[in-house]
């Protein structure tokens, strides 16, 4: 079954280019140019991945993508301005998982698009082991988390961002190591998202995600096993 693909943005000529770049690829696209619109078609039409640009008519895309993560963990890449690096911070704050800074090459996009949709579905595949710890319990098959017997909901990148250290536990990985397992050897955007997305994962999980932060080199895991 081809992946479904939502494109927003409020240029129409944006949508035409990145539309005819990837349904040769079989996904299925469907475009919106307003935010409201794309919030009820997200809600109708449940896509893999969503294309998220930030400016846009009656609903922007910050705004959307805050309303959207009340109820879906999609996953998002974000369509910023190149000069606006505080929207790239609000965005990942808010729960984007990658950002595409505009102009953009639509080749680039289809390559990131690629790249997620492979660590989603290889997300799906069998995968037994549960991980045990004193007050963590990650259960790999149906990606969930319980923190204390609570069960915490993670979006795509947290997940893979806490089984990763979690498979590394004692270990210090950077932030370009993290980088390279998480989203992949293409991606070329900003090295902060590791920091916001894992910042995410500590709160969720209160005081006992086991994450420790490595000065100047990255973090490490140090759940304590059961």
């Known amino acids: 079954m081809s992946a479904k693909i939502l494109v927003v943005d ?9 539309t005819a ?10 475009t919106a ?11 109708a039409f449940q896509p893999d991945l969503l294309v998220l640009d930030i400016m846009l008519p009656g609903m922007d895309g910050l705004e959307l993508l805050a309303q959207l993560r009340r109820e879906s963990d999609v996953y998002v890449i974000l369509l910023t301005a190149r000069s606006e690096e505080t929207d790239k911070l609000v ?3 808010v729960g984007a998982d990658d950002y595409l800074t505009k102009p953009f090459s639509p080749r680039e996009l289809v390559a990131r698009i690629k790249a997620a949709l492979r660590r989603l579905q290889s997300g799906n595949l069998p995968e037994s082991r549960v991980m045990q710890f004193a007050h963590l319990r990650i259960d790999l098959a149906a990606r969930r988390v319980w923190a204390a017997g609570q069960e915490v909901e993670l979006t795509t990148t947290e997940f893979d961002l806490l089984k990763t250290l979690a498979e590394h536990r004692g270990m210090v990985l950077s932030r370009e190591q993290l980088l390279e397992q998480v989203w992949g050897q293409n ?6 998202v590791v920091d916001v997305h894992l910042g995410h994962v500590r709160q969720k999980l209160g005081p006992h995600h086991g994450i ?15």
């Open 187 to 192: 991606f070329f955007g900003e090295i902060r």
């Open 10 to 18: 409020d240029e129409q000529n944006i949508l035409n280019l990145v």
């Open 91 to 93: 965005g990942l704050a």
């Open 212 to 226: 420790v932060t490595v000065r100047g080199v990255g973090y490490r895991f140090e759940g304590v096993s059961d």
């Open 33 to 43: 140019v307003d935010g409201r619109i794309a919030l009820q078609l997200c809600r």
């Open 21 to 30: 770049y990837l349904r040769p690829e079989g996904y299925e696209v469907k």
